[in-house]
T-cell receptor, first 117, second 112 residues
């Protein structure tokens, strides 16, 4: 079955450490996204990519970095510069239909929960 | 600024009762609108979407939503709630190629 795989499911980090969250999709989607979820704040966009080797900052990109070397993969690195990294991180992907742009429905992975100790 | 508002943080409904979750949007043009559901510790699953045409949209799991331009609303409804419907529900919207904007979510509790 096609889908999005995020790993690890749970991750603990000491302050000052960088961590990388994995996101892999086998849906042949062009676009991929990273969201951060905090209680009572909904989902906030961190980074997104519409094509290999290209990505754009979202609303809260500070302290995060991404790469898109393969269509299937969009890893997110949470750096030590991120002041409050404890959160639930969601990866998503979508096709890009330029004729009906709003039709680009997002498919989500199961998420990764990062806790800073 | 484009925004989606879910005014209810929590809602408790008795099993078998009807449900309505509120969503209001603020966009210059008619947005594309979505409802997603999230079970604890899981990702989001699409329930339904509105692009154009018929203002009453049917989704999965017996949910429906009605787009009302005059009220800038896209409320989610279900005639009879099941205990398995307990989850968090997110409304989202976008126009054109703009990014998808999510509401803050409504947590649904189902009482026996």
């Amino acid at each position: 079955d096609g889908g999005i795989t995020q790993s690890p499911k749970y991750l603990f980090r000491k302050e000052g450490q960088n961590v990388t969250l994995s996101c892999e999709q086998n849906l042949n989607h062009d676009a991929m996204y990273w969201y951060r979820q905090d209680p009572g704040q909904g989902l906030r966009l961190i980074y997104y990519s519409q094509i290999v080797n290209d990505f754009q900052k979202g609303d809260i990109a500070e302290g995060y970095s991404v790469s898109r070397e393969k269509k299937e993969s969009f890893p997110l690195t949470v750096t030590s510069a991120q002041k409050n990294p404890t959160a639930f991180y969601l990866c998503a992907s979508s096709i890009i239909r330029h004729s009906v742009s709003g039709a680009n429905v997002l498919t989500f992975g199961a998420g990764s929960r990062l806790t800073v100790l | 600024a484009q925004s989606v508002t879910q005014p209810d943080i929590h809602i408790t409904v008795s099993e078998g009762a009807s449900l309505e979750l509120r969503c209001n949007y603020s966009y210059g043009a008619t947005p594309y609108l979505f409802w997603y559901v999230q079970s604890p510790g899981q990702g989001l699953q699409l329930l339904l979407k509105y692009f154009s045409g018929d203002t009453l949209v049917q989704g999965i799991k017996g949910f429906e939503a009605e787009f009302k331009r005059s009220q800038s609303s896209f409320n989610l409804r279900k005639p009879s709630v099941h205990w398995s419907d307990a989850a968090e529900y997110f409304c989202a919207g976008r126009t054109g190629f703009q990014k998808l904007v999510f509401g803050t979510g409504t947590r649904l509790l189902v009482s026996p």
